[in-house]
């Protein structure tokens, strides 16, 4: 009985472990925000290195708006994906610059969309 039970929490902390990924939201989106910019984000694996990219919004020569939200979605769902972090600007700017990772000997798969007006 003891080992039946013991299964199950592992099996259970498995399906956890399987289902992680790193999904960050700043900000809310309100029904008048339009998409400012949509970038979908690559890097693969390398043995034993870390994955870096700096993206900036807005481009250059470009306006920037408000920004409102950003969303981060990790496409790596097995819970070796990447983070994201926010390096300057973000909600309540008009510019934005946001520092992805990967984890050492993975890459990342990001979709970054930014809201605003």
Do not use: C
């Not at 790193?22 to 309100?30: F, L, S, T």
């Not at 992805?100 to 969309?113: A, C, D, P, Y």
């Amino acid at each position: 009985m003891k080992f039946l039970v013991l299964a199950a929490v592992l099996i259970s902390l498995g399906a956890l472990v399987v289902s992680q990924s790193h999904n960050y939201a700043w900000g809310y989106r309100g029904p008048y925000d339009v998409m400012l910019n949509r970038t979908i984000a690559i890097k693969s694996s390398s043995m034993l290195q870390v994955k870096t990219m700096d993206l900036v919004y807005p481009l250059k020569g470009q306006l920037g708006r408000n920004i409102t939200a950003i969303n981060i979605t990790d496409q790596y769902i097995n819970g070796k994906g990447g983070y994201a972090s926010l390096l300057s600007g973000g909600v309540g700017f008009n510019q934005t610059k946001i520092h992805l990772k990967s984890q050492r000997g993975n890459g990342f798969n990001f979709i970054v969309e930014i809201y605003g007006r």
